[in-house]
């Protein structure tokens, strides 16, 4: 009787392991993106710096032209 009970139970648990593996296959992807969106903001943030301390330096040459 035992035996017939482990074996009714070898597909539930095989379905709950296919599960966390899937699931973790997802929350690998996940970590991916966040960790790319993460580092393109970090980029973009410097970009945004490096444009506003060029237009510094335009702002300068043209108040030394008298513009």
């Given at each position: 009787?035992?035996?017939?009970?482990?074996?009714?139970?070898?597909?539930?648990?095989?379905?709950?392991?296919?599960?966390?593996?899937?699931?973790?296959?997802?929350?690998?992807?996940?970590?991916?993106?966040?960790?790319?969106?993460?580092?393109d903001q970090s980029e973009l943030k410097m970009m945004l710096k490096e444009?506003?301390?060029?237009?510094?330096?335009?702002?300068?040459?043209?108040?030394?032209?008298?513009?």
């Open positions: 009787m035992n035996t017939d009970m482990v074996i009714s139970l070898v597909p539930s648990l095989l379905a709950v392991v296919g599960v966390w593996v899937s699931m973790n296959s997802e929350l690998a992807k996940l970590k991916g993106r966040v960790y790319r969106l993460e580092n444009c506003v301390e060029g237009i510094q330096d335009l702002k300068i040459l043209l108040a030394k032209k008298g513009l």
